[in-house]
């Protein structure tokens, strides 16, 4: 079947790009369309103030020092001059972890030139949740998408993309990324440019049969480890909740600790399960924990507890917490997360 065409404008009708979304990636795309002499708009929430540029600093101070138009929003329809209420002729939106649900309505006002940056293989890893999924799940397949915007999640047609795979040296959620972000800058001025000379693009169809989705985490209310668990899932699991996240956590003596690295080392000593969560061994740079069929050492430095931890304390998460975060469904508006009980 021959590929539907789709054209965003005609050769030099691009006037104005919005970006929707505040980090690293929405201040590349800015830059590089301000050099063609393209006016940018970025329109982010209060919950991205605290997102970093590629060099580690607040991307809301990077965009204040380029003297790059923006807003900082609850709601896209609050502000007067916005998406909503501005001319839509010779504009493309651009969403790039964008705070705020892109309706039917502005989809239909711009007729459909929205395009969507998302950093995973798809029809696959549809949704939240960052790399966090991506990391339990061990797959390390890379894939920088630019995809028009539907009424769905993550389902519209894709327009460009590039496929990799992460290197060793990515660990972790910080890490993958830096690195998604390197690549899908690669993409940028190429999409741009073809949109600004009216090229044509041969969008492609996602297969619906091979698609999967998975929901937004938080690490605060997830993030605590499973003892049951086997070894290497606890590792998968302290890494995809590590930094820029809080940690995996659990508890000694009533009081938190957080893991944010460790090493699984499998042993067939200890099976059985009274064994797991306990501090088998330490010395002046390491703590060693029985887990299931095998082993975690965690470095000092991987570690932030409000006190010190000795030989045979255990690590014990009660179940009331396992439970709650299998239970919460996390929600977020363009402020932070959304308090299911105040809805109620």
């Known amino acids: 079947m021959q590929k539907r065409k789709f054209q965003f404008l005609s050769r030099g009708l691009l006037k104005r790009i919005i970006i929707l979304g505040i980090g690293d990636i929405p201040i590349r795309m800015a830059k590089i369309a301000i050099k063609r002499n393209i006016n940018v708009e970025i329109y982010g929430g209060k919950r991205q103030l605290k997102n970093l540029d590629q060099n580690g600093i607040l991307a809301i101070k990077k965009i204040q020092e380029s003297k790059i138009k923006y807003k900082i929003l609850h709601t896209l329809k609050s502000y007067k001059n916005g998406p909503y209420y501005n001319n839509p002729k010779n504009t493309v939106i651009f969403s790039f972890g964008s705070p705020f649900i892109i309706s039917k309505e502005l989809i239909t006002r711009y007729q459909g030139r ?30 920088s998408c630019f995809h028009l915007v539907t009424k769905g999640i993550d389902d519209g047609k894709i327009l460009l993309q590039k496929s990799y795979i992460f290197p060793k040296r990515v ?7 830096g690195y998604a972000n390197s690549q899908s800058a690669k993409l940028l001025p190429k999409l741009i440019d073809k949109i600004i000379n009216g090229e044509f693009f041969k969008p492609i169809q996602q297969n619906e049969n091979k698609s999967t989705y998975f929901p937004r985490l938080d690490s605060k209310s997830q993030g605590y480890i499973d003892w049951s668990w086997k070894g ?3 590792k998968r699991f302290i890494m995809a909740f590590s930094h820029p996240y809080d940690g995996a956590k659990s508890f000694v003596n009533n009081k938190i600790v957080r893991i944010y690295d460790a090493d699984f080392i499998r042993t ?24 299931n069929n095998g082993i975690l050492k965690v470095k000092e430095s991987n570690l932030k507890t409000q006190s010190e931890l000795k030989l045979g304390d255990r690590l014990f998460t009660p ?15 363009p402020s932070g997360i959304v308090d299911e009980k105040k809805n109620k």
């Open 171 to 177: 660990k972790f959620p910080k890490d993958y990324i």
């Open 268 to 291: 067939k000593r200890m099976e059985h399960s009274f064994m797991r969560g306990l501090i088998i061994r330490k010395n002046n740079r390491e703590i060693f924990i029985s887990c």
């Open 319 to 333: 179940n009331s917490k396992l439970e709650a975060a299998l239970k919460i469904r996390i929600r977020y508006n």
């Open 232 to 234: 290497k899932f606890i």
């Open 114 to 143: 929205i395009i969507n940056c998302h950093a995973s293989p798809l029809p696959e890893w549809r949704g939240g949740g960052g790399f966090s999924w991506r990391i339990l799940a061990d797959d390390r397949r890379g894939n």
